[in-house]
Structures are given as C-alpha cells and as structure tokens.
C-alpha cells in the first residue's frame, strides 16, 4: 500500500487493513482526502531483507 512518498509492504494483509483504518480514521477529512494505491508484489527472500523500514506516511 502507497500514498504520497510512503510505501508500506507487509505479508500480513491485517496489518495493511489495520493501517489503512488509523489513517481513515484519523487523517481523512472530506477537505483533504486521502489516497492509497494498492497492489501485490512478488518478492524473493533477499529482496524482502532488503526493505526499508516502514515509519509511516
């Protein structure tokens, strides 16, 4: 899931679900609307090691 310059990728599809709800919640307003971009990736073992850390959007 992306928005704006954040990615966040994570194999559980909860914790994607649980973030996306914080951020409706808390940071949507009808005056400034947010937007997400979802997609599945395939990756290797090596490429999964090499993420950055997700600190949030």
Not at 2 to 8: A, P, R
Not at 11 to 22: H, W
Not at 41 to 54: A, G, N, S
Request: hydrophobic share 35%; with cysteine; charged share 30%.
């Amino acid at each position: 899931m992306s928005m704006g310059d954040g990615k966040l990728v994570d194999p559980d599809i909860q914790n994607i679900i649980d973030t996306l709800q914080v951020e409706l919640e808390e940071n949507c307003t009808e005056s400034d609307p947010l937007s997400f971009d979802f997609g599945v990736k395939y990756l290797t073992q090596e490429e999964l090691d090499q993420l950055e850390e997700f600190y949030g959007f």
